[in-house]
């Protein structure tokens, strides 16, 4: 699916999708680059907008530096909602 990047910096990507379609349960979807074919992002937010929907991805190096920063490596089975 194609779109239109209207905001980027270290923190954020927000793309303008071209097509409005059900992005219901694509949180984690990757952006892929036209231009490097690389992922750049993942997808953590929809918003409608008018007769599209634009999508929040957060940036892939950001998500690097977090992963590559922690020096906590908590159990996904011992965690429990408050």
Do not use: C, N
Request: aromatic share 8%.
């Amino acid at each position: 699916m194609a779109g239109t990047v209207q905001s980027a910096d270290a923190t954020g990507i927000w793309v303008l999708m071209d097509e409005t379609f059900d992005a219901g349960r694509m949180s984690g979807s990757p952006l892929v680059s036209w231009h490097t074919g690389l992922v750049v992002g993942m997808a953590i937010a929809v918003v409608p907008r008018a007769d599209r929907i634009e999508i929040g991805f957060h940036p892939i190096g950001h998500i690097v530096q977090m992963a590559e920063a922690a020096r906590e490596f908590p159990k996904i089975a011992d965690y429990q909602r408050k």
